[in-house]
């Protein structure tokens, strides 16, 4: 059983700064790779960033230079620090994660209840 719980969401003006977390608890041997995804009203979702276990990282050509995705692994947390924010940055942002619950087995992929952020103009 693995739960991921966000926060930091909320209201802010476009030009501002957020900073999402987003912290695994429960019994698992390992996370290969922990990221950020986001979803618009009536749009697909689509990932933001993603960084795995060896610090590869992958970032959304729209938020290139914008958004920072960070890891701390004695805490099994994920973090985006988001500057420069525009209104279409508005969405529900969810927190993704693999996991091995156990040495030598599959990993699962477990998601985030997700957290509105909105920027107004």
């Known amino acids: 059983q693995v739960q991921l719980v966000e926060s930091g969401g909320g209201l802010v003006q476009a030009g501002g700064s957020l900073r999402l977390s987003c912290a695994a608890s429960?019994?698992?041997?390992?996370?290969?790779?922990m990221g950020w995804y986001r979803q618009a009203p009536g749009k697909q979702r689509e990932l933001v960033a993603i960084m795995a276990s060896g610090l590869s990282i992958n970032y959304a050509e729209s938020v290139k230079g914008r958004f920072t995705i960070s890891r701390d692994n004695a805490k099994n947390t994920v973090y985006l620090q988001m500057n420069s924010l525009k209104p279409e940055d508005t969405a529900v942002y969810y927190c993704n994660a693999v996991v091995l619950v156990r040495s030598f087995s599959s990993g699962v992929n477990y998601w985030g209840q997700g957290t509105q952020v909105t920027v107004s103009s």
């Open positions: 429960g019994s698992f041997f390992s996370i290969n790779f």
